[in-house]
């Protein structure tokens, strides 16, 4: 189960991009120490991991720095857009949530929110609702052609007669897409860019040029670390403890990763009594095995690894968060 922070951060990241652009430096970190326990020290005792710092978050965008890329993307694509003659206003992206903890970094961890809130999300149960999400404004044919690099109705008429389009071998940087040939589709005097405007704004951001550090490497990284630390044998004999605990209240389940499939807490009923009764109880579990504790520490440990055997692409892909968060500051005023 993916760290939720991390997870999140992943989403907003792909979505910023528009797409994943495959062929950039270092796309999968490779595991550390294979085969190999890291030494983790003394162990502490933990009851929760609120304020917990990983390795690898060093590297992380945080919500607000994502939230201005994606406004600086729709600049860039409202930008190219008026190339070909169209005036195209992106909707504004959601605003940043403000909660970028690691409270539940290893499922729930509070006894407080778990007495309160059971699995459900403590901000999602508080806060109001969303404003509801505006539709992108509609386009014409053409501008959708435009934005999107492709005649959409004739691609899809072409694959209803069995005529598959022809392949496209795309550029992997704006510097490579500025030398590359381009569609050969002709607007307003102009010729479109391989993947449109979407695809542009992402070059523009994510890959000005050869060689950008693909932007869903530290996320990679931090689940390599994760998925590693739970087969670490240090971490399953915690886990199953706890999972001794939780049979000993009542609760069959195999780890804290899948409590809520396990005993069937689905979405809209994660706050009920009897979710509230397991969550206490999961907690409780939690501090009785030093379950945070022991994950903390080795995960920590793998990710330190990583981090020390990555180091040169860590540095680089720092370095390119930094250039483009003062794209992205120039972009939005």
Not at 152 to 174: C, F, I, M, N, R
Not at 283 to 296: L, P, S
Not at 306 to 312: D, G, K, T
Request: aromatic residues 6%.
């Amino acid at each position: 189960m993916a760290h939720p922070a991390r997870l999140l951060a992943a989403t907003c990241l792909v979505s910023a991009a528009v797409l994943t652009l495959g062929g950039c430096a270092g796309d999968e970190p490779e595991a550390a120490g294979a085969g190999k326990e890291p030494d983790i020290g003394s162990i502490a005792k933990l009851s929760s991991t609120e304020g917990l710092k990983f390795p690898v978050a060093a590297y992380e965008v945080t919500s607000d720095q994502q939230y201005q890329v994606k406004k600086a993307q729709n600049r860039l694509i409202e930008q190219c857009m008026k190339r070909f003659g169209f005036e195209y206003a992106r909707p504004a992206p959601t605003p940043p949530s403000r909660n970028d903890s690691s409270s539940r970094a290893f499922g729930l961890a509070s006894a407080k929110d778990a007495a309160q809130f059971g699995y459900a999300s403590p901000r999602r149960a508080t806060d109001p609702a969303p404003a509801k999400r505006q539709p992108a404004p509609p386009l014409s044919r053409t501008g959708q052609t435009v934005l999107n690099g492709v005649d959409l109705v004739a691609e899809a008429e072409a694959k209803e007669e069995g005529k598959a389009a022809a392949p496209t071998d795309e550029p992997k940087s704006q510097a490579e897409a500025e030398k590359a040939p381009g569609t050969g589709i002709m607007v307003n005097g102009k010729e479109v860019p391989v993947g449109g405007c979407g695809r542009e704004s992402a070059l523009k951001l994510f890959a000005p040029n050869p060689g950008a550090v693909d932007i869903l490497f530290v996320f990679n990284l931090g689940g390599e670390a994760e998925s590693r630390a739970l087969e670490d044998s240090r971490v399953r004999k915690a886990t199953t403890k706890w999972a001794q605990c939780m049979a000993d209240s009542g609760f069959t389940t195999s780890s804290p990763d899948n409590v809520q499939s396990d005993l069937g807490l689905v979405q809209g009923k994660l706050s009920s009594p009897e979710a509230i009764t397991i969550a206490k109880a999961d907690v409780a579990c939690k501090t009785r095995v030093n379950y945070i504790g022991i994950r903390y520490a080795v995960q920590s440990a793998y990710e330190k690894a990583l981090v020390e055997e990555h180091a040169e692409t860590l540095a680089l892909f720092k370095q390119q968060t930094q250039d483009r968060l003062r794209l992205a500051a120039q972009l939005n005023g």
